[in-house]
């Protein structure tokens, strides 16, 4: 009788053991961390241009630069999640970026907004 209750322990323990093993079937992951330099560079330059890039002639925040980026970063964040029409809608004057592009912007934010 009292072997039972050890018995079915044993068997949740392995049952536990063997689920657990095929939610990880043992391939790790790796998370690509979202970066000024890899992603936001490409990015902002072919969305925010002319205007945030001086190289351009562009006259507004600058995208170009690290540092300045960085510190428009929440407020990118929050002018692109507006609507067309909405007092501080970015991209000016253009459509509405994709959902993938507003969601970059939100992962380096996310991610502490870091360089490379
Ligand atoms: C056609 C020109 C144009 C484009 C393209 C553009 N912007 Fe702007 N942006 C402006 C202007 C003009 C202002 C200032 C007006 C205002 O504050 O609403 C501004 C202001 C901003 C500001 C506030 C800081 C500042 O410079 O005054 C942020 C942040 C910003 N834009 C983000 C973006 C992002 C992100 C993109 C690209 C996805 C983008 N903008 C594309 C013209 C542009």
Request: aromatic letters at 8%.
């Amino acid at each position: 009788m009292q072997k039972i209750p050890l018995l079915l322990a044993l068997m949740t323990i392995m049952l536990f053991s063997a689920c657990s093993k095929k939610s990880n079937p043992g391939k790790t992951v790796k998370v690509i961390p979202t970066t000024y330099t890899i992603d936001m560079v490409p990015f902002l330059q072919a969305k925010c241009s002319p205007c945030h890039l001086p190289s351009k002639g562009g006259f507004k925040a600058n995208f170009e630069n690290y540092e300045s980026a960085k510190k428009m970063a929440a407020d990118m964040l929050t002018r692109v999640s507006l609507n067309p029409g909405d007092r501080g809608f970015m991209p000016f004057k253009h459509a509405k970026l994709a959902v993938e592009e507003i969601a970059l912007i939100k992962k380096w934010v996310d991610g502490g907004l870091l360089e490379k």
